[in-house]
């Protein structure tokens, strides 16, 4: 019988990611998408990320138990944008919580975002439509994301998550240290 692992979008890019993080670890996999709220702005700044990531998560379990979904894993993936040495960066926040309740939090590399953006953004706009606006390609976020972009497809948003991903998992691998 597969695992099941619920993540809390229905963004390709999202549960590709979650299946690529979790397959290093699990053999027998089944990821769902489902869409949920984050419960934060559309553009999370600082700690929201890591709020509507973990948010998300929550959502997820109390869908798994009142379904009936026997899932074991659940998946808050949030971007978001945090200040850090007086710079904005760029940052996926995840939170993996297991069927217990346990959660596991990691982040992705951070990019730095340039100033114009920034204002777009505090002015409550998102940096998907940020990036919509200037690459022509309103589907982006769903695609290599404002990072593909800006590295000329070097480095992709789902690369990005995986990393985040993967070190999100890691509570669940060390147990004994973490719960």
Not at 107 to 117: G, L, Q
Not at 150 to 160: A, F, I
Not at 162 to 171: C, F, N
Request: charged share 25%.
């Amino acid at each position: 019988m597969s695992m099941k692992i619920l993540v809390g979008s229905k963004n390709p890019v999202k549960i590709d990611a979650t299946r690529e993080a979790f397959s290093c670890y699990y053999k027998d996999i089944e990821v769902e998408g489902i869409e949920v709220n984050s419960s934060v702005p559309t553009q999370p700044i600082d700690e929201e990320t890591f709020e509507g990531a973990e948010h998300r998560a929550k959502v997820l379990k109390i869908f798994n138990e009142k379904a009936r979904i026997n899932a074991s894993f659940f998946v808050g993936i949030e971007g978001g944008i945090i200040n850090i040495y007086s710079k904005w960066f760029g940052i996926g926040a995840v939170c993996i919580m297991d069927d217990k309740g346990n959660s596991g939090f990691g982040v992705s590399p951070m990019f730095e975002i340039w100033n114009d953006a920034i204002d777009e953004l505090l002015d409550g706009s998102e940096l998907g439509d940020v990036m919509a606006e200037l690459t022509g390609d309103i589907d982006i976020k769903r695609k290599g994301g404002a990072i593909g972009f800006l590295t000329e497809g070097v480095v992709e948003r789902k690369e990005l998550y995986v990393s985040a991903l993967k070190l999100a998992i890691v509570p669940f691998l060390k147990k004994d240290l973490y719960f």
